[in-house]
């Protein structure tokens, strides 16, 4: 079975890039999205289709999908994006979503 | 406005049964694929089932296979999942998900606010 692999934390200064990296085989054939969620808070997504933005998500985040390995980006990083952050594939109507990176801003 | 609302949660024994609803408004509900998503305490994000836009096609994680069941009722903006055989690795909020794509890659653009899950003796 596929698997997603996420870095259980990252920290970052504010103001400063803050990037996830997702690994797994599936992400060779299929793209990435990705999900911000708060405590206490329902998962919001920040990326689809490896580099979409939805409407109302800041510029600051954006995603890349290479080969193996799916990034997600955030450029100047400010304390409201202190979150977990999710990965997730998507293959004949399964999701699979990564373990999970904990963003820190220090 | 997109909302999503889940109900059904709570207290339930090992072995037990539990049908968790979801209504929603403010899209075309017949137009799109439909997920139950979980979290069990402190951990991650868990797919747990998914269910077509229209001829019903079902879908499930192996930990869910045999014992949930997901359906929809289009003409009441419905979206259900009958649990049974519960055992206390299934205690987590259950979040009722939009497909975020109306065909091919799927993503989910909407959220409920979940409703918990409690297996104990």
């Known amino acids: 079975s596929y698997e997603l692999t996420q870095p259980p934390s990252v920290s970052v200064s504010p103001g400063q890039t803050a990037s996830i990296t997702c690994s797994g085989n599936?992400?060779?054939?299929?793209?990435a999205s990705w999900y911000q969620q708060k405590p206490g808070q329902s998962p919001v997504v920040v990326i689809y289709?490896?580099?979409k933005r939805p409407s109302g998500i800041p510029e600051r985040f954006s995603g890349s999908n290479s080969g193996h390995a799916a990034t997600l980006t955030i450029s100047g990083t400010q304390a409201m994006d202190e979150a977990d952050y999710y990965c997730?594939?998507?293959?004949?109507?399964?999701?699979?979503f990564g373990s999970g990176t904990k963003v820190t801003v220090l | 406005e997109v909302q999503l609302l889940e109900s059904g949660g709570g207290l339930v024994q090992p072995g037990g049964s539990l049908r968790l609803s979801c209504v929603v408004s403010?899209?075309?509900?017949?137009?799109?694929?439909m997920n139950w998503v979980r979290q069990a305490p402190g951990k991650g994000l868990e797919w747990v089932s998914g269910?077509?836009?229209?001829?019903?096609?079902?879908k499930y994680a192996d930990s869910a296979k045999g014992r949930f069941t997901i359906s929809r009722d289009n003409s009441k903006n419905m979206l259900y999942l009958q649990m049974n055989s519960l055992r206390a690795d299934d205690t987590a909020v259950y979040y009722c998900?939009?497909?975020?794509?109306?065909?091919?890659?799927?993503?989910?653009?909407?959220w409920g606010q979940g409703t918990l899950v409690t297996v104990s003796s």
């Open positions: 998900t939009k497909k975020g794509s109306f065909d091919g890659y799927g993503w989910l653009d909407y």
């Open positions: 403010g899209f075309t509900f017949s137009d799109y694929a």
């Open positions: 269910i077509s836009r229209s001829d019903g096609t079902t």
């Open positions: 599936i992400l060779g054939s299929t793209s």
């Open positions: 289709q490896d580099s």
């Open positions: 997730q594939a998507w293959d004949s109507s399964i999701y699979l």
